[in-house]
């Protein structure tokens, strides 16, 4: 069984940086991909940032330039950096990757992490 688990949510000022993680456990063969996402009050959830070993990294224009995923996966843990935040950017944000484990390939998500940015 794999689960995913999140962390680094917070409040943070205009500005401000967070780091938000996603730890994989369980029979972990490979991540093929990593996908973050988020869901603001009141809207969809949106696509925010991804990695696959065939497209490389992508993100999304409304944080490209602030947004990176690092490229280290050590430990089956995946990060989001999130510098020069908005208030905008205020969301539950959520991790997904696609992991081979017992010889099958799944999509799995994490529990959510709250980001707030005040003004």
């Known amino acids: 069984q794999v689960q995913l688990v999140e962390s680094g949510g917070g409040l943070v000022q205009a500005g401000g940086s967070l780091r938000l993680s996603c730890v994989a456990s369980?029979?972990?063969?490979?991540?093929?991909?990593i996908g973050w996402y988020r869901q603001a009050p009141g809207k969809q959830r949106e696509w925010v940032a991804g990695?696959?070993?065939?497209?490389?990294?992508n993100y999304a224009d409304s944080v490209k330039g602030r947004f990176t995923i690092p490229g280290d996966n050590a430990d089956n843990t995946v990060s989001l950096q999130m510098n020069s935040l908005k208030p905008e950017d205020t969301a539950v944000y959520f991790c997904?990757?696609?992991?081979?484990?017992?010889?099958?390939?799944?999509?799995?998500w994490g529990q959510g992490t709250q980001v707030t940015v005040s003004s």
């Open positions: 990695f696959t070993k065939s497209a490389g990294t």
């Open positions: 997904a990757l696609n992991i081979v484990t017992m010889g099958r390939s799944r999509e799995y």
């Open positions: 369980g029979s972990i063969s490979s991540i093929n991909a």
